[in-house]
């Protein structure tokens, strides 16, 4: 299994338009990733804009990304890239 920490880094957290970007690009990548936000019991699949906006993650909060199957490091080195964007 693939991990990784990735601290937020859009002004917004993923709220609205980032969480949007974040699930749109979670998706395009074809397999199942969950992000949990650090120091929370709660976890969500991160291909369901819901779930990701009901983790309330606020700019400067850590999240872990969790990915299995063919190319999950990269897919999550990706995501992580675009959640430390604080252009997004």
């Known amino acids: 299994m693939a991990v990784r920490h990735v601290a ?3 002004a917004d957290g993923l709220h609205a338009r980032p969480a949007a970007l974040f699930v ?3 998706t395009d990548t074809g397999i199942a990733i969950t992000i ?3 120091g929370s019991d709660g976890h969500a ?3 369901n804009i819901l779930a990701v906006l009901a983790l309330d993650v606020r700019h400067g909060d850590e999240v872990v990304l969790q990915a299995d199957g ?3 490091d990269a897919v999550l080195d990706r995501l992580a ?3 430390q964007d604080a252009h997004v």
């Open 81 to 83: 890239a675009l959640l």
């Open 8 to 10: 937020v880094a859009s």
């Open 24 to 26: 749109k690009a979670a």
């Open 45 to 47: 699949d991160a291909r």
């Open 36 to 38: 949990t936000k650090a």
């Open 70 to 72: 063919d190319g999950a």
